[in-house]
């Protein structure tokens, strides 16, 4: 299924899945978006806070399901990650979502929604640019975003890397469905009914955050055994942002990967300002010389 695309005068409805979010933390990300010419939404408990969450498992699916059903708006926008998302995925109107094939944008703990809802009815979204840290008008990639919003722009090449420290690691080719995001949140819906069956070759993105190497390899490790790792056809590890830098983390697991498939590291994509975002859940093909990820 291709990426749903939305074009500047669309609604954009903003929920909280996971952790609850104040206003002026995502107020000048919203601005950028009217600036864009989208019309900005509110879910009715984006603001609330039940413990740690944006409202109770009921309130924070209320209003995924008021986007859902509502004409005017064509996208959902999470503000922000955190946790809790993954105790939405029992909750949510799987049947509505696959008819209406709303784009769901969010990162980092949104992981959860992405995979779940690819698994369960193939509708693919955005992972990136939250609005607490990286939908902010200095990240270089804001162009490419709002392209890649409006259907405009589907591929990532060499020269709008051309300031990134992107390094080939294994050169090559690869073709497959395009499948990423944070790697805790990813291994946390393992034996789950929400995490995909693939039965074709992935194009695999991954981050993380404040991870020791020792877990980041434990991790992979249980891919590894859990057959995923066996799909991969190509790599593009981004940053595994640790203490004041960054894990250099695929000479520690290159074993866990099939051998000879083309591998991509320190793509700027993870849990910083200046970002990129990905589609999760499309086709495309991976060149690495020069750097090119196409989708359609």
């Known amino acids: ?22 206003p002026k933390d995502i107020q000048s990300a919203v601005d950028l978006l009217k600036e864009q010419g989208y019309r900005i939404y509110y879910g009715n408990h984006l603001f609330d806070q039940h413990r ?18 509502d004409k005017k708006v064509q996208a ?26 709303k784009l769901l944008i969010g990162f980092s703990d949104i992981t959860a929604l992405q995979w779940g809802i690819w698994g369960k009815i193939g509708v693919p979204s955005i992972s990136g640019m939250t609005l607490t840290l990286q939908l902010q008008p200095g990240n270089p990639y804001l162009s490419l975003f709002f392209k890649m919003l409006s259907g405009k722009h589907q591929q990532i090449t060499a020269a709008e890397l051309s300031h990134e420290k992107v390094q080939v690691a ?32 992935l194009i695999l993105f991954l981050e993380d955050v404040k991870e020791p190497l020792y877990r980041l390899e434990r991790l992979l490790v249980q891919l590894q ?11 593009i590890l981004g940053r595994f ?8 983390l695929w000479p520690i697991v290159e074993y866990l990967f099939p051998p000879d498939i083309p591998v991509i590291v320190n793509f700027p994509y993870g849990h ?12 495309a093909r991976l060149q690495t010389d020069p750097f090119i990820l196409s989708w359609n």
């Open 52 to 69: 740690y969450f944006s409202g109770t498992v009921a309130q924070r699916v209320s209003d995924i399901h008021q986007f859902l059903y």
């Open 272 to 283: 910083f300002p200046d970002s990129c975002p990905l589609p999760v859940g499309v086709r």
């Open 1 to 22: 299924m291709k990426l749903p695309t939305i074009q500047p005068g669309a609604g954009i409805g903003v929920v909280a899945p996971g952790e609850w979010v104040r």
């Open 225 to 235: 055994q859990a057959g995923v790792l066996r799909q991969v056809a190509g790599l």
């Open 170 to 201: 294994r050169s090559g080719t690869a073709e497959g469905i395009l499948m990423g995001g944070t790697l805790t949140i990813i291994n946390s819906l393992l034996g789950t009914p929400y995490f995909p069956q693939f039965d074709q070759p």
């Open 76 to 101: 959902i926008y999470a503000a922000r990650g955190g946790v809790g998302s993954a105790q939405l995925l029992p909750h949510l109107d799987w049947q509505t979502w696959q008819k209406n094939k």
């Open 241 to 248: 942002l640790w203490q004041e830098g960054q894990h250099s």
